[in-house]
């Protein structure tokens, strides 16, 4: 069966081996990615124990896979930045890619997520681990900034000044935009892995059309992207027309996915689907059929949805209240950085929720005598 690496996070064993897709207007043989990217990979909130998000509480993450391999969701996504991946040790995501696999045992496809912010060597360290345990992708982010100690590759062969920076005004990192430093980031990366596919992901403005289409073509296992700068649609259709089929674009917000999928993604991750996969698989799949009516509707729907969340604390906070209380799939509504939350779903939201029949959790065990 053929595998998947991608790019900052993480797909199983699963269906993989569909034709795929790349881009709205190109036909299914024109095109060559594993079937699951055209529906809802979901970037899994990670659950943790203790007054202070101490702990990963990995039984609550086997209880959240489960929960998912019963909905439409098209792969799992642990590890992701709903999971705090900034924030998780190597050896946490380790083990978080341990109960994912084990948890879902091949009845969705996972993609792991194993990017590090700027150390390259750590992320093939996650990569090649994923790799062993059998993921169907691995998701790598895109760096922030390198370190002169911690260069790409070989300076003098990629004859690029690791010292090309740019500021980085939001929180006074440095983006790289050296885009043959970016390049050959990918590449090696892409080669360690291979044949196991590759998804970039969330490269933002960073990573040029022209350097994402040269990479597919240098790469045939780089199969996925997901790109969360929606708002400039020109550069996303810029995009898919670069990769020519050989890679599916993924749109990275739910709130535009009638805009982006009209513009050629084939799916979406978003964070709204750890609470409503169903949902968002019907939009995605109305619009993939070309029923933008419906898909309207659904938009409309899905939007509400994800206000609602942010009402709720927004983010993984609110995405985990949900799950708890409403859908069923006990954990502590905690995260690293802002500890145990206190407080409930009140009345009102909850009257939204089950209006909008979400599918709750039943154990798989309730099966078994």
Not at 18 to 43: M, N, T, W, Y
Not at 187 to 194: E, K, Q
Not at 208 to 227: D, E, S
Request: proline letters at 5%; charged letters at 25%.
């Amino acid at each position: 069966m053929e595998r998947i690496l991608v790019i900052g996070g993480l797909l199983t064993v699963g269906a993989l081996l569909g034709a795929c897709s790349a881009g709205g207007a190109r036909g299914k043989d024109a095109e060559s990615f594993p079937d699951f990217f055209r529906g809802v990979i979901v970037p899994m909130v990670t659950p943790y124990a203790g007054e202070q998000a101490e702990e990963v509480d990995h039984a609550a993450m086997a209880r959240f896979v489960d929960y998912l391999c019963s909905t439409d969701a098209a792969g799992l996504f642990p590890c992701s930045g709903m999971g705090q991946w900034p924030l998780l040790s190597a050896e946490e995501r380790k083990a978080l890619i341990d109960t994912c696999v084990q948890a879902a045992q091949g009845r969705k496809p996972i993609l792991a997520g194993v990017g590090s912010d700027h150390n390259i060597e750590e992320v093939l360290e996650v990569a090649l681990y994923a790799v062993e345990k059998g993921v169907d992708a691995v998701v790598v982010v895109t760096p922030s900034f390198v370190r002169r100690e911690q260069p790409v590759g070989d300076e003098e062969e990629a004859g690029a000044e690791l010292a090309t920076y740019d500021h980085y005004p939001h929180d006074g990192r440095q983006r790289i935009r050296d885009q043959e430093i970016l390049f050959r980031y990918y590449d090696r990366i892409a080669a360690a892995v291979a044949p196991v596919h590759l998804v970039v992901y969330d490269p933002m403005p960073e990573l040029a059309p022209q350097t994402m289409g040269r990479l597919v073509r240098a790469r045939p296992n780089v199969k996925g992207m997901k790109f969360r700068e929606t708002k400039d649609m020109a550069n996303f259709a810029a995009m898919v027309e670069a990769v020519e089929g050989r890679c599916a674009i993924l749109s990275g917000s739910e709130y535009v996915t009638v805009e982006t999928m009209r513009a050629g993604a084939v799916g979406v991750v978003g964070g709204g689907p750890n609470v409503y996969p169903d949902l968002a698989a019907r939009l995605v799949e109305a619009c993939a059929e070309g029923n933008w009516e419906r898909a309207a509707e659904l938009q409309r729907e899905v939007s509400e949805a994800c206000d609602l969340m942010g009402q709720l604390g927004g983010g993984s906070l609110g995405a985990k209240r949900v799950l708890d209380e409403v859908i069923g799939v006990e954990m502590e509504v905690s995260n690293r950085g802002a500890g145990r939350q206190e407080g409930s779903v009140d009345p009102a939201t909850l009257a939204v929720f089950e209006r909008m029949e979400l599918a709750k959790y039943r154990p798989a065990q309730a099966d078994s005598p």
